[in-house]
């Protein structure tokens, strides 16, 4: 049985291909402006990459912010649903998945069976997403990349009061005008986000193990602050960013069968 998921984020589209059960290949292109033909590209490419004819695929499952711009589906399913199962089929022992994206950020608490028990959303500031971390790196004027680095080199805590995304990047360019060190604000940036992040986990509740995935998995300070906030360590899986994708390609396959 071949059964697909595509995640329709903000901005990226991921796509996943399985066989019965079993990643065949999978791909990653920008949303941009036209959504529908971004899906239709990307599930072409995770098509070619594991060498089936999207015409093979028995049953498509869409997740995401677009979910329902996804052409010819099947079935759709929550971010929240999606990121359960596909974490699950990864962790088996995860029992609270943090899902942090470029404009939002949830939290998951799971039960063995995948069974979702309580989740929170943190969609109506940028501040708790990777957005933020993206704004505040070019105003430090370095790479995302070096932006997550340059944060493990600094051990000193330095809060930022601000609790919008525009307000604190004014408070990074005071830091930077008083010649704090860029690492420094780095890691203060990084804290920030987490911290909020971390609150709303709390509200569901923290059951370990604890997994990482979307996006901003790949940000090593953040990874840092999260643990250092949740006081344990907080485990990403392999390419997190495909995960939201894989859970939606495994309820494809359920709902096929």
Sequence with gaps: MITAGIDMGAKFIKAVILKDGVLQGKAIVATG?????????CLEQAAKESGIEIS????????GAGRKMAPNINSHVTDISAAAKGTLYLLKD????IDVGAE???????EADGRVIDSAVNEKCAAGAGAFAEAMSRAL???LEEFGQLSLQSNKTIPMNAQCAVFAESEVVSLVHAKTP???IARAVHDAIAS?????????????????IGGVSHNPGFVDSLSRGLETKVIVPENPEYVGALGAAIYARERSQ
């Design 141 to 143: 004027e370095v790479s």
């Design 104 to 110: 939002e950020g949830r939290g998951i608490r799971v």
């Design 94 to 97: 995860v029992r609270t998945v």
């Design 33 to 41: 402006f036209e959504p529908a033909a971004s899906a239709s590209q």
């Design 196 to 212: 909020r992040i971390v609150s709303m986990v709390r509200r569901v509740g923290i059951r370990e193990d604890v997994a990482l």
């Design 182 to 184: 860029k690492q420094d």
């Design 56 to 63: 093979s695929i028995d049953h498509l499952t869409s997740t």
